[in-house]
Nanobody, 128 residues
Framework: QVQLVESGGGLVQAGGSLGLSCAASGSSFSRRAMAWYRQTPGKQRELVARIMGNMGGRRTAYADSAKGRFTISRDDAKNTVYLQMNSLNLEDTAVYYC???????????????????WGQGTQVTVSS
């Protein structure tokens, strides 16, 4: 079992920056694909960014809305994944969730199936 604890959410003005962190418990963190999702009321949870584990070359992928503004990274020594968000706009307001895959998941599963584990979420509010 993996537990994920997000931190770093809050209120920020449009055009500003915010960084999120997610600390993961459990073993084999470096082999797990990790991801950030977000959800607004009445909408489905959507992928923001994903980073593969060491066997996947730590490759990253981003939603179109995040490309060029958000950066996902990981520190395997700290069992932590990060999401740096720049140039935030009102549409970025959402609950952001950290998520993890089992270390045995293969690429084709990871790119087509939601994660196995979820954090409790952290609110990000962008004000005008």
């Amino acid at each position: 079992q993996v537990q994920l604890v997000e931190s770093g959410g809050g209120l920020v003005q449009a055009g500003g920056s915010l960084g999120l962190s997610c600390a993961a418990s459990g073993s084999s963190f470096s082999r797990r694909a990790m991801a950030w999702y977000r959800q607004t009321p009445g909408k489905q949870r959507e992928l923001v960014a994903r980073i593969m584990g060491n066997m996947g070359g730590r490759r990253t992928a981003y939603a179109d809305s995040a490309k060029g503004r958000f950066t996902i990274s990981r520190d395997d020594a700290k069992n932590t994944v990060y999401l740096q968000m720049n140039s935030l706009n009102l549409e970025d307001t959402a609950v952001y969730y950290c998520a993890a895959y089992k270390e045995t998941r293969i690429m084709s599963f990871i790119t087509s199936t939601p994660p196995d584990y979820w954090g409790q979420g952290t609110q990000v509010t962008v004000s005008s």
